[in-house]
């Protein structure tokens, strides 16, 4: 089994910028693709970012592409999510995920695609 534990979010202004963390433990050999996912109130569960762990090849949603960068550290276990200009409409809470089919080129996009969640971590972005 795979346990994943988000961290780093908060409440920040509109404009603002935060980096949420997620750690990986257990088989974590078994996880090839991390992926970044969010849930507004009311919404469905969206994809936001994914990267593989063989190549780093990375996919973006449009609505977080030139402010989001997802980063890991294999070596750590951990998955990286840096957000900058945020906007109110970011504000959701941001599950981490790992994927455990190998592949290449673009990584999932679809929630039922991945494994493993975490518990989610609160991001609220004022106005």
């Known amino acids: 089994q795979v346990q994943l534990v988000e961290s780093g979010g908060g409440l920040v202004q509109a404009g603002g910028s935060l980096r949420l963390s997620c750690v990986a433990s257990?088989?974590?050999?078994?996880?090839?693709?991390m992926g970044w996912f969010r849930q507004a109130p009311g919404k469905e569960r969206e994809f936001v970012v994914a990267?593989?762990?063989?190549?780093?090849?990375?996919y973006y949603a449009d609505s977080v592409k030139g402010r989001f960068t997802i980063s890991r550290d294999n070596a750590k276990n951990t998955a990286y999510l840096q957000m900058n200009s945020l906007k109110p409409e970011d504000t959701a809470v941001y599950y981490c995920?790992?994927?455990?089919?190998?592949?290449?080129?673009?990584?999932?996009?679809?929630?039922?695609?991945?494994?493993?969640w975490g518990q989610g971590t609160q991001v609220t972005v004022s106005s």
């Open positions: 990267i593989r762990r063989s190549g780093g090849s990375t």
């Open positions: 995920a790992a994927h455990q089919v190998p592949g290449i080129g673009a990584p999932p996009t679809h929630p039922q695609e991945y494994a493993y």
């Open positions: 257990g088989r974590t050999f078994m996880i090839y693709t």
